[in-house]
């Protein structure tokens, strides 16, 4: 898995949020976003990590259907 369709999910999420510094459901999304944007190197090893324990499998195989 690569780590850009789950930014660009984040991103989304985000967006469709009005951008209100006393939300914290918009906080959490764009503090997650800003985070995982400058750690990228390190969010993909994670990634890695997880599909090495087959964590992507259920979603892999509904995106082949």
């Known amino acids: ?3 850009e369709p ?3 999910e984040l991103n ?3 967006k469709d ?3 209100d510094p006393t939300d914290i459901e918009w906080l959490t ?3 997650a976003f800003c985070f995982i944007s400058y ?3 390190d ?3 994670y990634l890695d990590e997880a599909e090495a324990n087959g964590e992507f499998e259920d979603y892999k195989t509904d995106q082949d259907d």
């Open 43 to 45: 969010f993909q090893k």
């Open 29 to 31: 999304l764009h503090h």
């Open 12 to 14: 989304k999420m985000r």
């Open 1 to 3: 898995m690569k780590l």
């Open 17 to 19: 949020l009005d951008e």
């Open 39 to 41: 750690k990228m190197g």
């Open 6 to 8: 789950f930014l660009a």
